[in-house]
């Protein structure tokens, strides 16, 4: 009887033996799979530059069933004093308050700046163009009254106060967030005052004015980045390095900087 008790049963060692068998398999195949993955993600990253945790990153957008955009860099400004960035987006912080040089026809311009805006009128001159600053620095003060002026336009036309607001708006900027306020901008025409002797000064400084550190701030087809639907007339001093680059690649100071798009209107 206790010899009986302590034989086992062939069926119940069969299965033991087939049952570890299986779970070796098992682990094996796991092991391989494991094995794969790693490569094909060593492989990817490798060739790719794919990294798994973009994956993570992605996934963390999606919350309660709705799909968030991931937030914007915060966008800051420039040490360079050239490079300054002033729009609706991003106004001005303080009232300029630097030293400015007269022009000929009354207008001022931020002093650093006249050096290369001399050189540049005097080369435009030589080329037989009468060029002329109609608009350079601007107070706040007078951005206020610039503003407050086309409001009363409007209001004359029969528009109500908010009606006439929301347009004046839309072509005037509001103070602070003017480029006038730097006194590093200019409006150009020409001293002949008329649209074609203007439209010469413009091309020429289209073509040229990038080596003096200008570049047409408003392009027609930049409106909805710049937030202003058009300006020939206007060009930003920049500095040449950043001015060659931008008129080259055709692109906005707030492409250069990295800045975001803005909706379109004119100053």
Known sequence: MADTEKRKDPEKIGRGRMWREYRNEVLAALAIIVVVIGVAFWVNNFFYGFDPTEIAIRDTTVQNGEKKEPAKAEFKQSDDWRLILVNRDHPLEEEYSGELTELRYGQSVDSRIYPDLQAMFDEMRADGLSPKVSEGYRSREDQAQKLSDKIEDYISY??????????????????????HETGMCVDISSEEEDNESSSEVWKWMDENGSRYGFIKRYPYDKSDITGIKGEPWHYRYVGAEAAEEIMEKGITLEEYLGAAPRSGRSD
């Open 158 to 179: 029969g528009k109500s106060r908010e009606e006439a607001t929301e347009l004046a708006l839309a072509r005037v900027e509001e103070p602070g967030t003017c480029e």
